[in-house]
C-alpha cells in the first residue's frame, strides 16, 4: 500500500538544499500567526495612522508593520489612530485662529478651518460641526487609505485616492453628525460638571470666601444686590459736607468765619464718628481723636453729628433683617440661608442664638426709645401733667377775655320750647328733660315794693356769661347721670339741648364759644388723654370717630386769633399724643415680644393715622423703625419656630460613629466609605456655616459694608465662571478661545475674597 502523498512536503526544507522563502503569498497559513507586536508599539502606529490620515507610509513608515500592528492588538491601535487624529486639529486651531486680512492670514484660516469645530452652542450647531469634521477626516482618511499599488502611475492612484476620498467623506457624512448629536450632551454634562467642580472648589477651599459665596448666592436669588445694602446702611448715616450740599450745612469751626476757612465733614470723619459711637465714645472723646492731627470738630459739631445719627438709627440691624427692608416681601432666601446655617449643630447655632436672642430681648427698650423720641422725653406723665397745665392756664385766660366782652343773650325762648315739648308727659325721658330745665333756671326773690320785704321767689333763665357757665355744668352733671344709668335716649335728649343753648351763646359771644372748646367743662385735657390711649387699640381708618378730639384741636391750631387759643389747642394735640404713645408703650410691655404690635402698626389705616396724628416727618421715621424691628422680629421667628431641622442634624451626629462601626465591622465597606464621606463633608459644612452665621449677625454697620463689599467681588468671579461654563461647548473662534477664556475665569474664581470686618478683629 503506498503511502499518502504529504501535502506539506513541499515545505519542508531538504537538508543541503537552499530554504525555500515563506511568505504570505505562499503559505497559506501566514494570515493565522499572531505577529509579535507590543501594544505600546500599536499605539504609537495607530496614532501615527491616525495623525497622517493614513499617509504614514509615504513618510517612510512600514506599511507591513501597520497591518501587524493592528492584528496584533487592534482596539490598542484603534485607540491610537483616534488620538492620533487630535494632532491635526491642535496645529490647526491655532491657524484657524489667526487674524488679518493679508494673504498668508487667509490662507491659513482656509487650510485650518474645516480641520477645526466651529462654534458649538446648540445641538444644531454640534450636529452641523460632526458633519463638517466627518466629511473632511473622513475624506482625507479615505484617500489616505487607498490601496495605491507601488506600480501604480500618478493617474491610477490618484483615481484610487479620488475614490477613497468620496467614500471616506460620505462614510464621514453619515458618521459625522451622530457622533456630533452623541458627543454634545457629553460635552455638555462635563462642561457643567468642571463649573460644578470649580464652585464647589471656590466654596470650599476658604471657609470665608465660602461664607460669603453662599449671602452671595441668597442675595442673588432675592434680586437683591450688595450696593442696595450698601445705601440702606448709609442712608443711616449723618450727611458729609458734600452730601449735605449749600454753605453752612456741614461746616465746623467758627460760626463767623467765612466757609471756605472752616472745616468740613469729609465721608471718612463721618464713618469714623459712626465707629466711635458704635464702641460708646463720648462726643468729647470722638472730638479729641479727629483733632488729633491739629484741627477737627469740637464736642458741640459732633454732638450734632450723634444726635442725627440717633434719630435716623433703626436699631441693631443685621445683613439679612436689611435684606427685608430693601422691598416689600424680599430677603425670604438670605432668610432660609440663615436658618440652614444655623442648624448645624456646634458654633454656629450658639452664635445664632446668642445674637438673635439678646437683639429680641431689647426690642422693647428700642421702641420705648423711639416713643420718648417722639415726645422729647420719657416722663409721659410729667408730660401730659405740663400740657395739662398749659392747657388749663390758657382755658382760663380766654374765658377772662370772654367775660370782659359779654354781650346780652337770652335762653329763654330755647327753654320755654323744650318745656313746652314735655309739659304733661309722662315717662323717664320727659321727667328727665323736665328736671333738667328745672335746674337750669335760677330763684330770684320777688320783694315788696315798698318795705323791700321778700314777699316770693321767681324761677329765671340765666342773664349773664357766669350763671349760664355755672347752669351748663348743671347740664352736663344731667347727661353724665344719664350716661351711667344706661339711658342714652335721655343723655341724646340733654345734650341736643346743651349744643342749642351753648350756639345761643356762642352766637353772642364768640370769645366765649372759643374758651369752652379750649376748656370743655374742664375736661380738655382729660378727654384728649381718653382719645389717644383709646386711638392705640382701634388704629384704623374706620374709627374716626377716636381721632375728633385731635382734629378739633387740629382745626382750632390754624383758626386761632389768639395766642391763648394756640397755645390750648398744640397742648391738647400733644396730651392726644401723650395718650396714643403711652397706651402703646403699655400695650409693649405687656406683650412677650413686638411681633403683633409691629404689625398692627404698619396696618394701612394705622399708618394713614399715626401720619395724621404724629406729623408726616415723624411717623415717616417712626415706621422705619418699625420696620426695621418688624424685620428683626421676623429674623428672629425664622430661626427659632422650628426645631426639626437641628433636631434630625442632631441624632445623625450621635449616631454617625456607632453606624459607621457597625458597618465597618460586617465588612460594608462600600456603605462606610460613603458615611466618611458624609462625615468630612458635614465638618467643611459647619466650619463654613460658623463664619456665614458671624457675617448674619453682625450689626456694625461700618462691618456690614465690609462684608458687602467682599460678597460683591464674590459675585463678579461668579458671573465670570457662569459666563465661563455657561459658553458654548466650543467658541465662535474655536478651541483655542476656549482655552484663553477658562484660564481668565479660571484666574478670577481661584481669586481670594477679602475677609469680613469679623475676622480682622
Known amino acids: 500500500m503506498a503511502e499518502p502523498e504529504n501535502p506539506f512536503e513541499k515545505y519542508v526544507t531538504p537538508s543541503a538544499v537552499a530554504p525555500v522563502p515563506v511568505g504570505p503569498e505562499v503559505n ?6 499572531t505577529p509579535d507586536v507590543s501594544v505600546l508599539e500599536s499605539f504609537l502606529r495607530g496614532g501615527a495612522e491616525g495623525a497622517t490620515f493614513g499617509f504614514d507610509d509615504k513618510l517612510g513608515l512600514d506599511k507591513e508593520r501597520r497591518e501587524a500592528s493592528r492584528k496584533a492588538n487592534p482596539w490598542t491601535h484603534f485607540m491610537g489612530e483616534m488620538a492620533g487624529t487630535v494632532l491635526p486639529m491642535a496645529v490647526a486651531t491655532p491657524l484657524a485662529a489667526v487674524r488679518g486680512a493679508g494673504i498668508a492670514a487667509r490662507v491659513a484660516r482656509g487650510v485650518a478651518t474645516p480641520l477645526v469645530p466651529g462654534e458649538m452652542a446648540t445641538l444644531g450647531q454640534s450636529i452641523g460641526q460632526g458633519a463638517k469634521l466627518g466629511v473632511t477626516y473622513g475624506a482625507l482618511s479615505g484617500a489616505g487609505h487607498a490601496d495605491v499599488k507601488e506600480d501604480d502611475s500618478l493617474v491610477q492612484a490618484g483615481l484610487k485616492r479620488a475614490g477613497g476620498a468620496l467614500v471616506g467623506g460620505a462614510q464621514g457624512a453619515v458618521l459625522g453628525p451622530a457622533i456630533g ?29 465660602g461664607a460669603l459665596t453662599a449671602a452671595a448666592r441668597g442675595f442673588e436669588r432675592d434680586r437683591i444686590t450688595p450696593d442696595q445694602l450698601i445705601a440702606n446702611i448709609r442712608a443711616e448715616f449723618p450727611d458729609d459736607t458734600a452730601a ?3 454753605a453752612g450745612v456741614r461746616f465746623w469751626g467758627s460760626a463767623s468765619a467765612p466757609a471756605a476757612s472752616r472745616g468740613v465733614w469729609t465721608a471718612d470723619m463721618v464713618d469714623d464718628v459712626v465707629r466711635r459711637s458704635m ?18 470738630p469740637g464736642p458741640v459739631a459732633v454732638q450734632t453729628m450723634l444726635d442725627e445719627l440717633a434719630a ?24 432660609m440661608t440663615l436658618r440652614a446655617a444655623a442648624g448645624s449643630p456646634g458654633e454656629a447655632r450658639s452664635i445664632a442664638r446668642e445674637g438673635l436672642l439678646e437683639r429680641q430681648v431689647g426690642s422693647g427698650g428700642r421702641i420705648g426709645q423711639l416713643f420718648e423720641r417722639l415726645l422729647g422725653s420719657s416722663d409721659y406723665e410729667g408730660v401730659a401733667a405740663s400740657h395739662s397745665g398749659r392747657l388749663q392756664a390758657a382755658g382760663e385766660k380766654a374765658y377772662a377775655d370772654a367775660i370782659a366782652s359779654e354781650a346780652p343773650f337770652s335762653i329763654t325762648p330755647i327753654l320755654e320750647r323744650w318745656n313746652k315739648s314735655v309739659a304733661g308727659r309722662r315717662g323717664p325721658v320727659p321727667e328727665g328733660l323736665s328736671k333738667a330745665i328745672d335746674s337750669l333756671h335760677m330763684e330770684v326773690p320777688i320783694r315788696a315794693m315798698d318795705t323791700g320785704a321778700i314777699v316770693g321767689k321767681n324761677l329765671v333763665a340765666p342773664r349773664n356769661l357766669q350763671e349760664f357757665i355755672d347752669a351748663r355744668q348743671n347740664l352736663t352733671a344731667a347727661i353724665e347721670t344719664a350716661i351711667g344709668q344706661n339711658n342714652r335716649q335721655l343723655a341724646a335728649r340733654l345734650t341736643q339741648l346743651r349744643n342749642e343753648l351753648s350756639d345761643e351763646v356762642r352766637r353772642t359771644n364768640p370769645k366765649w364759644g372759643s374758651a369752652n372748646d379750649i376748656w370743655r367743662d374742664g375736661r380738655a385735657a382729660e378727654e384728649a388723654l381718653e382719645a389717644g390711649a383709646r386711638m392705640s387699640t382701634r388704629l384704623s381708618a374706620g374709627t374716626r370717630e377716636n381721632l375728633a378730639v385731635f382734629t378739633q384741636a387740629e382745626r382750632a391750631a390754624r383758626t386761632a386769633t389768639t395766642d391763648a387759643q394756640r397755645e390750648a389747642a398744640e397742648s391738647a394735640m400733644t396730651l392726644f399724643r401723650v395718650g396714643l404713645v403711652r397706651a402703646l408703650n403699655d400695650m409693649l410691655a405687656n406683650k412677650p415680644d413686638t411681633a403683633n404690635l409691629t404689625r398692627e402698626l ?15 416727618s415723624d411717623a415717616q421715621q417712626f415706621f422705619r423703625v418699625l420696620r426695621a424691628e418688624q424685620q428683626m422680629n421676623r429674623t428672629y421667628s425664622s430661626q427659632f419656630g422650628s426645631q426639626t431641622t437641628p433636631l434630625r442634624e442632631a441624632i445623625d451626629d450621635l449616631n454617625w460613629a456607632p453606624r459607621f462601626e457597625g458597618s465597618w465591622r460586617n465588612l460594608g465597606l462600600g456603605w462606610a466609605m ?54 458654548p461647548v466650543i467658541a465662535s473662534a474655536g478651541p483655542a478661545a476656549n482655552a484663553l477664556l477658562g484660564v481668565e475665569h479660571g484666574n478670577l474664581v481661584g481669586a481670594q475674597p477679602p475677609p469680613f470686618a469679623r475676622e480682622r478683629r
Open 28 to 33: 497559506p497559513f501566514a494570515k493565522y500567526v
Open 674 to 727: 460613603r458615611h466618611a464621606s458624609e462625615w468630612v463633608a458635614r465638618n467643611i459644612n459647619n466650619a463654613r456655616n460658623e463664619q456665614l452665621m458671624r457675617l448674619y449677625t453682625e450689626t456694625n454697620p461700618l462691618a456690614q459694608i465690609d462684608t458687602l463689599r467682599a460678597v460683591s467681588g464674590v459675585q463678579n468671579a461668579r458671573t465670570a465662571a457662569g459666563q465661563r461654563y455657561g459658553a
Open 181 to 209: 448629536a452623541v458627543g454634545y450632551p457629553i460635552l455638555r454634562a462635563a462642561q457643567g460638571l468642571g463649573g460644578a467642580r470649580s464652585a464647589a472648589r471656590a466654596e470650599t477651599e476658604n471657609t470665608s470666601s
Open 244 to 246: 449735605a450740599g449749600g
Open 602 to 616: 404698619l396696618l394701612p389705616g394705622a399708618r394713614q393715622t399715626l401720619e395724621r396724628v404724629l406729623g408726616k
Open 279 to 296: 464702641a460708646g465714645e463720648s462726643a468729647g472723646d470722638i472730638s479729641t481723636a479727629l483733632s488729633a492731627s491739629g484741627r477737627g
Open 312 to 335: 435716623r438709627h433703626l436699631g441693631p440691624l443685621n445683613i439679612v433683617d436689611r435684606a427685608g427692608l430693601v422691598r416689600t416681601g424680599s430677603g425670604d432666601n438670605t432668610q
